[in-house]
């Protein structure tokens, strides 16, 4: 079992810049890939990012490629979401999610990841 805890969101200008946190407590966190999707109002929750364990190999959805930067520091069991340039159609709940599986062609499949952060509120203002 592992326990993922997001914070760093708020509310930024368009332009701006935010880093997410993802930390994780219980199992070890180098064992698992971990995610980043995003929900918006009325929307369906969709893939933005994701890390190997090791930190080698990131993936990014198309419209954040260029924009944010996910990374990883194993030592202190917590993953990041650098995001610049932010857009007010970036704006959303953001989630982190963790999954032992290593099949690259599920990592944008929400469904795949079993456990999951509580999320945290990003808004972008235009």
């Known amino acids: 079992q592992v326990q993922l805890v997001e914070s760093g969101g708020g509310l930024v200008q368009a332009g701006g810049s935010l880093r997410l946190s993802c930390t994780a407590s219980?199992?070890?966190?180098?064992?698992?890939?971990v995610g980043w999707f995003r929900q918006a109002t009325g929307k369906e929750r969709e893939f933005v990012s994701a890390i190997s364990r090791g930190g080698l190999n990131t993936y990014y959805e198309d419209s954040v490629k260029g924009r944010f930067t996910i990374s990883r520091d194993n030592a202190k069991n917590t993953v990041y979401l650098q995001m610049n340039s932010l857009k007010p159609e970036d704006t959303a709940i953001y989630y982190c999610?963790?999954?032992?599986?290593?099949?690259?062609?599920?990592?944008?499949?929400?469904?795949?990841?079993?456990?999951w952060g509580q999320g945290t509120q990003v808004t972008v203002s235009s």
């Open positions: 219980g199992r070890t966190f180098s064992n698992y890939y």
């Open positions: 999610a963790a999954r032992a599986g290593t099949d690259y062609n599920t990592l944008t499949r929400s469904m795949s990841y079993p456990y």
